[in-house]
């Protein structure tokens, strides 16, 4: 996170702020929120008009090109969100062993969560092209 | 933590324990508890995204479930969260870029958040039940 460094030279001469990677954690959080903003906006959109309608008209919804590519940032820069925000809660709260384990698996559930996500959307994507 | 036997009893600091719930800090929980929530969300995305991709009768099992009034009430739920991370997130990147400091502008932007989720969440309800 090199590129990023706002703190000041001197700041990080006299050896003040996070020692590791805190900050890089710190900046990304903030940018995955901020790319989230208008993502969240488009989903919340998308769900309110179609709350409740049927498979093909989801389906249809979905299988558009700008609503696919949509969908799979959605679904990267949400759970690299949620796998940084978890962390941190997980950081403050658990003080026993299960520490180690809960952060390595939020970590692999977020990954998997994206993975999965992603290929169903491309499933409905490539169902829907073939069909028109 | 290290603990010796003989340590002597000292007073505590203020903690969250015996501290007074203010807007403030119940608010900055609140954006934790819901990023907990809305985590647990973004898998039910997940396993609606894949139904869907299995076919029309698992997404209609899918859509079921949420249509019924225990999925009905926890997507009310669910919406608010939404909305109350959302607009707390914003509040956040405001302070992010050194704005809105003072108490008054704290309390402020709080009372604002806390309208603007109850608002958006009936707004968006009453949207998606009439069109």
């Known amino acids: ?18 020692a590791r990677s805190g900050f890089g954690h710190w900046w990304v959080e ?30 249809h919804w979905l299988g558009t090109p700008v609503n696919a590519v949509l969908m799979v940032l959605l679904l990267v820069v949400l ?54 | ?30 954006n934790r508890i819901t990023g907990v929530g809305l985590a647990l969300c973004a898998i039910a995305l997940v396993i609606w995204l894949v139904t869907a991709a299995s076919g029309p009768q ?16 926890l997507l009310l739920v669910a919406t608010f969260a939404f909305f109350l991370h959302l607009c707390g997130g914003i509040r956040h990147l405001v302070w992010d870029s050194a704005r809105a400091f003072e108490l008054r502008q704290i309390y402020a932007s709080g009372w604002i958040v806390l309208l603007a989720s109850v608002g958006l969440t009936l707004l968006s309800w009453l949207v998606s039940l009439t069109i």
């Open chain 2, 58 to 73: 698992p997404y209609s099992r899918f859509q079921h479930v949420i249509g019924s009034w225990p999925g009905l009430a």
């Open chain 1, 79 to 132: 759970f690299w969100h949620t796998a940084l925000g978890l962390q941190v809660v997980i950081e403050d709260y658990v003080h026993s062993g299960a520490k180690v384990w809960l952060l390595l698996v939020t970590r692999f559930a977020c990954f998997a969560l994206t993975v999965t996500g992603i290929m169903a959307t491309l499933r409905i994507v490539f169902e829907a092209w073939a069909a028109s």
């Open chain 1, 30 to 59: 903030r940018v995955t929120a901020v790319a989230l903003l208008p993502l969240v906006v488009w989903f919340a959109a998308s769900l309110i008009a179609h709350a409740g309608s049927d498979y093909e008209t989801f389906v």
């Open chain 1, 1 to 18: 996170m090199e590129r990023y460094r706002i703190e000041t030279p001197k700041a990080r001469a006299a050896g003040l702020g996070s």
């Open chain 2, 1 to 30: 933590m290290r603990s010796t036997p003989d340590k002597p009893a000292r007073p505590l600091s203020p903690n969250i324990q015996i501290y007074r719930p203010q807007l403030t800090s119940v608010l900055s929980i609140a």
